[in-house]
Protein backbone atom coordinates (compact mmCIF):
# COMPACT_ATOMS: atom_id res chain seq x y z
CA UNK A 1 0.00 0.00 0.00
CA UNK A 2 1.60 3.24 -0.68
CA UNK A 3 0.17 7.00 0.36
CA UNK A 4 0.72 9.86 -1.32
CA UNK A 5 -1.42 13.54 -1.52
CA UNK A 6 -2.64 14.71 -4.86
CA UNK A 7 -5.02 17.35 -5.75
CA UNK A 8 -8.46 15.95 -7.64
CA UNK A 9 -9.03 19.34 -9.49
CA UNK A 10 -5.61 20.70 -10.01
CA UNK A 11 -6.83 23.24 -12.69
CA UNK A 12 -8.30 25.11 -9.77
CA UNK A 13 -5.12 25.87 -8.26
CA UNK A 14 -5.15 28.93 -11.30
CA UNK A 15 -7.19 30.66 -9.06
CA UNK A 16 -4.94 31.13 -6.10
CA UNK A 17 -2.19 33.57 -8.22
CA UNK A 18 -4.76 35.20 -10.03
CA UNK A 19 -7.35 36.02 -7.05
CA UNK A 20 -3.78 36.99 -4.91
CA UNK A 21 -2.79 39.29 -7.29
CA UNK A 22 -6.81 40.86 -7.65
CA UNK A 23 -6.68 41.47 -4.00
CA UNK A 24 -3.19 42.70 -3.99
CA UNK A 25 -4.44 45.64 -6.68
CA UNK A 26 -7.36 46.03 -4.61
CA UNK A 27 -5.74 46.58 -1.81
CA UNK A 28 -3.29 48.85 -3.48
CA UNK A 29 -5.36 51.18 -4.75
CA UNK A 30 -8.00 51.53 -1.92
CA UNK A 31 -4.48 53.05 -0.08
CA UNK A 32 -3.45 55.38 -2.29
CA UNK A 33 -6.91 56.68 -2.93
CA UNK A 34 -7.60 57.01 0.92
CA UNK A 35 -8.30 60.46 1.50
CA UNK A 36 -9.98 61.37 5.25
CA UNK A 37 -12.60 63.53 4.97
CA UNK A 38 -12.08 64.72 8.90
CA UNK A 39 -8.41 65.12 10.26
CA UNK A 40 -8.34 64.89 13.86
CA UNK A 41 -5.33 66.16 15.65
CA UNK A 42 -3.36 64.12 17.82
CA UNK A 43 -0.23 64.19 19.69
CA UNK A 44 2.25 61.97 17.38
CA UNK A 45 3.46 65.15 15.87
CA UNK A 46 5.52 65.53 19.23
CA UNK A 47 7.63 62.10 19.00
CA UNK A 48 8.41 59.08 17.97
CA UNK A 49 5.43 56.66 16.52
CA UNK A 50 5.34 53.93 18.82
CA UNK A 51 4.14 50.39 17.59
CA UNK A 52 1.54 49.12 19.75
CA UNK A 53 -0.60 46.32 19.39
CA UNK A 54 -3.78 48.19 18.17
CA UNK A 55 -1.03 49.44 14.80
CA UNK A 56 -0.35 45.79 14.72
CA UNK A 57 -3.48 44.62 14.93
CA UNK A 58 -4.94 47.11 11.89
CA UNK A 59 -2.99 45.62 9.27
CA UNK A 60 -4.29 42.05 9.94
CA UNK A 61 -6.65 42.18 7.86
CA UNK A 62 -5.25 42.19 4.21
CA UNK A 63 -3.33 39.48 5.37
CA UNK A 64 -6.01 37.47 6.52
CA UNK A 65 -8.05 38.48 3.42
CA UNK A 66 -5.05 36.32 1.34
CA UNK A 67 -4.88 33.34 3.78
CA UNK A 68 -8.53 32.67 3.68
CA UNK A 69 -8.53 32.85 -0.27
CA UNK A 70 -5.96 30.52 -0.58
CA UNK A 71 -7.32 28.32 1.96
CA UNK A 72 -10.60 27.91 0.09
CA UNK A 73 -8.68 27.84 -3.22
CA UNK A 74 -6.75 24.79 -2.09
CA UNK A 75 -10.20 23.43 -0.55
CA UNK A 76 -11.87 23.49 -3.85
CA UNK A 77 -8.61 22.01 -5.28
CA UNK A 78 -9.95 19.25 -3.38
CA UNK A 79 -6.97 17.32 -1.76
CA UNK A 80 -6.49 13.90 -1.76
CA UNK A 81 -4.44 11.18 -0.40
CA UNK A 82 -4.40 7.64 -2.34
CA UNK A 83 -4.09 4.37 -0.91
CA UNK A 84 -3.08 2.13 -3.92
CA UNK A 85 -4.01 -1.60 -2.99
CA UNK A 86 -2.84 -4.90 -5.48
CA UNK A 87 -5.89 -7.34 -4.79
CA UNK A 88 -4.67 -10.55 -5.82
CA UNK A 89 -7.21 -13.46 -7.28
CA UNK A 90 -5.97 -17.07 -7.29
CA UNK A 91 -7.63 -19.59 -8.89
CA UNK A 92 -6.89 -22.92 -7.39
CA UNK A 93 -6.65 -26.38 -8.47
CA UNK A 94 -8.20 -29.42 -7.12
CA UNK A 95 -5.66 -32.05 -6.44
CA UNK A 96 -6.05 -35.97 -5.18
CA UNK A 97 -2.62 -37.65 -4.53
CA UNK A 98 -3.26 -41.48 -5.24
CA UNK A 99 -0.52 -43.66 -3.41
CA UNK A 100 0.02 -47.16 -3.40
CA UNK A 101 0.32 -48.78 -0.48
CA UNK A 102 1.01 -52.44 -0.78
CA UNK A 103 3.60 -54.31 0.18
CA UNK A 104 5.88 -54.03 -2.50
CA UNK A 105 6.67 -50.34 -1.62
CA UNK A 106 8.62 -51.57 1.09
CA UNK A 107 11.22 -52.01 -1.62
CA UNK A 108 14.36 -50.26 -0.56
CA UNK A 109 15.50 -49.54 -3.53
CA UNK A 110 14.45 -45.94 -2.30
CA UNK A 111 16.06 -44.41 1.00
CA UNK A 112 14.85 -45.63 3.35
CA UNK A 113 12.29 -47.39 1.00
CA UNK A 114 9.40 -46.68 -1.71
CA UNK A 115 6.83 -46.12 0.95
CA UNK A 116 8.34 -43.27 3.02
CA UNK A 117 10.43 -41.58 -0.02
CA UNK A 118 7.14 -41.24 -1.73
CA UNK A 119 5.38 -39.52 1.71
CA UNK A 120 8.69 -37.20 2.05
CA UNK A 121 8.18 -35.87 -1.62
CA UNK A 122 4.34 -35.72 -1.59
CA UNK A 123 4.96 -33.88 1.60
CA UNK A 124 6.84 -31.21 0.04
CA UNK A 125 5.03 -31.21 -3.01
CA UNK A 126 1.53 -30.38 -0.27
CA UNK A 127 3.52 -27.46 1.90
CA UNK A 128 4.19 -25.71 -2.23
CA UNK A 129 1.18 -25.27 -3.30
CA UNK A 130 -0.64 -22.82 -1.08
CA UNK A 131 -4.20 -21.85 -2.97
CA UNK A 132 -4.90 -25.52 -3.68
CA UNK A 133 -7.30 -28.09 -2.78
CA UNK A 134 -5.52 -31.48 -1.91
CA UNK A 135 -6.78 -34.73 -0.81
CA UNK A 136 -5.42 -38.23 -0.13
CA UNK A 137 -6.49 -41.76 -1.71
CA UNK A 138 -4.84 -44.92 -0.65
CA UNK A 139 -5.02 -48.25 -2.39
CA UNK A 140 -3.62 -51.56 -2.41
CA UNK A 141 -5.82 -53.87 -2.32
CA UNK A 142 -8.90 -51.90 -1.77
CA UNK A 143 -8.85 -48.31 -1.52
CA UNK A 144 -10.02 -45.92 1.14
CA UNK A 145 -10.21 -42.03 1.40
CA UNK A 146 -7.39 -40.77 4.32
CA UNK A 147 -8.27 -37.14 3.59
CA UNK A 148 -11.24 -35.47 1.00
CA UNK A 149 -9.89 -32.26 -0.20
CA UNK A 150 -8.91 -29.74 2.17
CA UNK A 151 -6.59 -26.60 2.57
CA UNK A 152 -5.20 -27.01 5.75
CA UNK A 153 -1.47 -28.12 5.17
CA UNK A 154 -1.02 -29.30 8.35
CA UNK A 155 -3.70 -31.66 8.62
CA UNK A 156 -3.01 -33.26 5.36
CA UNK A 157 0.89 -33.60 6.26
CA UNK A 158 0.38 -35.22 9.11
CA UNK A 159 -2.00 -37.96 7.52
CA UNK A 160 0.34 -37.85 4.97
CA UNK A 161 3.25 -38.70 7.78
CA UNK A 162 0.44 -41.52 9.14
CA UNK A 163 0.23 -43.83 6.14
CA UNK A 164 1.74 -47.16 6.47
CA UNK A 165 1.73 -50.41 4.98
CA UNK A 166 -0.72 -53.51 5.98
CA UNK A 167 -3.75 -50.86 7.38
CA UNK A 168 -5.67 -52.77 4.39
CA UNK A 169 -5.68 -55.68 2.19
CA UNK A 170 -2.52 -56.42 0.25
CA UNK A 171 -2.66 -56.44 -3.61
CA UNK A 172 -2.85 -54.00 -6.26
CA UNK A 173 -6.13 -52.25 -7.20
CA UNK A 174 -4.87 -49.16 -9.55
CA UNK A 175 -8.59 -48.76 -11.61
CA UNK A 176 -10.30 -49.30 -7.79
CA UNK A 177 -7.80 -46.61 -6.37
CA UNK A 178 -8.25 -44.12 -9.43
CA UNK A 179 -12.12 -44.80 -9.57
CA UNK A 180 -12.25 -43.58 -6.03
CA UNK A 181 -9.84 -40.39 -6.73
CA UNK A 182 -12.72 -39.92 -9.59
CA UNK A 183 -15.45 -39.87 -6.95
CA UNK A 184 -13.75 -37.46 -4.88
CA UNK A 185 -13.49 -34.91 -7.77
CA UNK A 186 -16.15 -35.36 -10.16
CA UNK A 187 -18.60 -33.02 -8.51
CA UNK A 188 -15.66 -30.69 -7.87
CA UNK A 189 -16.45 -26.57 -9.33
CA UNK A 190 -12.52 -26.58 -9.96
CA UNK A 191 -11.97 -25.48 -13.47
CA UNK A 192 -8.82 -27.91 -13.05
CA UNK A 193 -9.07 -31.22 -11.31
CA UNK A 194 -5.89 -33.38 -11.07
CA UNK A 195 -5.01 -37.16 -9.99
CA UNK A 196 -1.63 -38.08 -9.31
CA UNK A 197 -1.52 -41.53 -9.12
CA UNK A 198 1.41 -43.09 -7.39
CA UNK A 199 2.38 -47.52 -7.94
CA UNK A 200 5.19 -49.42 -8.25
CA UNK A 201 3.07 -52.75 -9.78
CA UNK A 202 0.45 -53.69 -12.19
CA UNK A 203 -3.44 -54.25 -11.73
CA UNK A 204 -4.25 -57.72 -9.79
CA UNK A 205 -6.99 -56.80 -7.81
CA UNK A 206 -10.13 -54.85 -7.45
CA UNK A 207 -13.69 -54.88 -9.26
CA UNK A 208 -12.43 -51.90 -11.84
CA UNK A 209 -10.20 -51.94 -14.83
CA UNK A 210 -7.44 -49.16 -14.95
CA UNK A 211 -8.91 -47.96 -18.84
CA UNK A 212 -11.98 -47.94 -17.47
CA UNK A 213 -11.33 -45.42 -14.43
CA UNK A 214 -9.36 -43.58 -16.79
CA UNK A 215 -12.36 -42.76 -19.21
CA UNK A 216 -14.74 -42.08 -16.27
CA UNK A 217 -12.27 -38.98 -15.23
CA UNK A 218 -11.90 -38.47 -19.21
CA UNK A 219 -15.44 -37.44 -18.73
CA UNK A 220 -15.31 -35.30 -15.51
CA UNK A 221 -12.67 -33.73 -17.23
CA UNK A 222 -9.73 -34.83 -14.86
CA UNK A 223 -6.49 -34.99 -15.52
CA UNK A 224 -4.07 -38.57 -14.10
CA UNK A 225 -0.48 -38.29 -14.12
CA UNK A 226 0.86 -41.79 -13.61
CA UNK A 227 3.86 -42.53 -11.79
CA UNK A 228 6.13 -45.22 -11.92
CA UNK A 229 8.40 -45.90 -8.65
CA UNK A 230 10.98 -48.45 -8.83
CA UNK A 231 14.57 -49.17 -10.57
CA UNK A 232 14.99 -51.16 -13.98
CA UNK A 233 15.56 -54.85 -12.70
CA UNK A 234 15.56 -55.90 -9.34
CA UNK A 235 15.14 -54.28 -5.69
CA UNK A 236 15.83 -55.04 -2.61
CA UNK A 237 13.08 -56.69 -0.33
CA UNK A 238 12.71 -57.23 3.41
CA UNK A 239 12.02 -60.26 4.54
CA UNK A 240 11.42 -62.13 7.73
CA UNK A 241 13.28 -66.09 8.12
CA UNK A 242 12.27 -68.39 10.19
CA UNK A 243 14.29 -67.37 12.98
CA UNK A 244 12.53 -63.94 12.65
CA UNK A 245 15.32 -61.97 11.35
CA UNK A 246 14.89 -59.12 8.82
CA UNK A 247 17.35 -60.05 5.63
CA UNK A 248 16.95 -58.57 2.08
CA UNK A 249 15.97 -60.07 -0.80
CA UNK A 250 16.44 -58.80 -4.86
CA UNK A 251 12.76 -58.62 -6.29
CA UNK A 252 11.92 -58.01 -10.17
CA UNK A 253 10.27 -54.71 -10.50
CA UNK A 254 7.21 -55.14 -12.54
CA UNK A 255 5.37 -51.78 -13.23
CA UNK A 256 2.80 -52.12 -16.00
CA UNK A 257 3.94 -48.88 -17.73
CA UNK A 258 1.74 -49.40 -20.68
CA UNK A 259 -1.05 -49.12 -18.55
CA UNK A 260 0.02 -46.23 -17.02
CA UNK A 261 1.12 -44.42 -20.32
CA UNK A 262 -2.67 -45.05 -21.72
CA UNK A 263 -4.30 -43.88 -18.36
CA UNK A 264 -2.09 -40.44 -18.61
CA UNK A 265 -3.62 -40.82 -22.72
CA UNK A 266 -6.78 -41.01 -21.87
CA UNK A 267 -7.03 -37.93 -19.45
CA UNK A 268 -4.47 -36.08 -21.16
CA UNK A 269 -2.14 -36.19 -18.49
CA UNK A 270 1.43 -37.66 -18.49
CA UNK A 271 3.00 -40.57 -17.49
CA UNK A 272 6.34 -40.26 -15.14
CA UNK A 273 9.42 -42.94 -14.01
CA UNK A 274 11.13 -42.45 -11.14
CA UNK A 275 14.05 -44.73 -10.30
CA UNK A 276 15.52 -42.88 -6.90
CA UNK A 277 14.70 -40.42 -4.41
CA UNK A 278 15.82 -37.47 -6.84
CA UNK A 279 13.95 -38.82 -9.77
CA UNK A 280 10.95 -38.94 -7.68
CA UNK A 281 11.14 -35.51 -6.08
CA UNK A 282 12.18 -33.81 -10.11
CA UNK A 283 8.92 -36.05 -11.24
CA UNK A 284 6.97 -34.04 -8.01
CA UNK A 285 8.31 -30.76 -9.48
CA UNK A 286 7.43 -31.34 -13.14
CA UNK A 287 3.79 -31.45 -12.20
CA UNK A 288 4.29 -28.46 -10.41
CA UNK A 289 5.05 -26.72 -13.42
CA UNK A 290 2.55 -28.29 -15.60
CA UNK A 291 0.04 -27.41 -13.02
CA UNK A 292 0.51 -24.05 -12.33
CA UNK A 293 -2.11 -21.92 -9.83
CA UNK A 294 -3.81 -19.13 -12.80
CA UNK A 295 -3.79 -15.45 -10.63
CA UNK A 296 -5.26 -12.39 -11.56
CA UNK A 297 -4.31 -9.17 -10.15
CA UNK A 298 -6.05 -6.18 -10.13
CA UNK A 299 -5.27 -2.14 -8.71
CA UNK A 300 -7.71 -0.75 -6.41
CA UNK A 301 -7.83 2.82 -5.27
CA UNK A 302 -9.21 4.75 -2.09
CA UNK A 303 -9.33 8.26 -1.67
CA UNK A 304 -9.61 10.17 0.87
CA UNK A 305 -10.62 14.08 1.30
CA UNK A 306 -8.14 16.31 3.17
CA UNK A 307 -10.35 19.69 2.05
CA UNK A 308 -12.18 19.91 5.72
CA UNK A 309 -9.11 21.47 7.38
CA UNK A 310 -8.53 24.05 4.86
CA UNK A 311 -12.12 25.05 5.37
CA UNK A 312 -12.18 25.20 8.91
CA UNK A 313 -9.31 27.27 9.04
CA UNK A 314 -10.39 29.80 6.49
CA UNK A 315 -13.58 30.00 8.78
CA UNK A 316 -11.51 30.50 11.75
CA UNK A 317 -9.42 33.08 9.95
CA UNK A 318 -12.82 34.72 8.63
CA UNK A 319 -13.77 34.94 12.08
CA UNK A 320 -11.00 36.59 13.46
CA UNK A 321 -11.31 38.90 10.60
CA UNK A 322 -14.34 40.21 11.50
CA UNK A 323 -13.58 40.50 15.06
CA UNK A 324 -10.34 42.82 14.65
CA UNK A 325 -12.92 44.74 12.42
CA UNK A 326 -15.35 45.59 15.12
CA UNK A 327 -12.84 46.21 17.84
CA UNK A 328 -9.24 47.13 17.42
CA UNK A 329 -9.43 47.74 13.94
CA UNK A 330 -12.74 49.54 13.26
CA UNK A 331 -12.48 52.93 12.04
CA UNK A 332 -15.11 56.06 11.89
CA UNK A 333 -17.28 56.15 8.41
Known amino acids: MFDYIHFAYPNRLWLLPILLVGLGVWYFFKLRNFNPTLKVGNLSDFGPRRITPRLILSWLPPVLNF ?37 SMEACDFKPNRLEASKQVA ?66 DAKSKVVILLTD ?6 QIEPITAAEIAATYGIRVY ?12 PVTDMWGRKTYQDME ?18 YFRATN ?5 EVYQQIDKLEKTKMESMTISHAN ?20 RLTVGRVLP
Not at 143 to 161: G, W
Not at 259 to 264: G, P, V
Not at 277 to 281: H, I, R, S, Y
Open 123 to 188: SEFIQARENDRMGIVLFSGESFTQCPLTTDRATLVNLMQQIKNGIIDDGTAIGLGLANSVARLKDS
Open 253 to 270: VDIDESTLRKISAITDGK
Open 305 to 324: DLFHPFLVWAMILMMANILI
Open 277 to 281: NQALK
Open 67 to 103: LIIALMVIAIARPQTTSTDEKVEKEGIDVILAMDISG
Open 201 to 206: GMNNCG
Open 226 to 237: TIGVGTNGTAPF
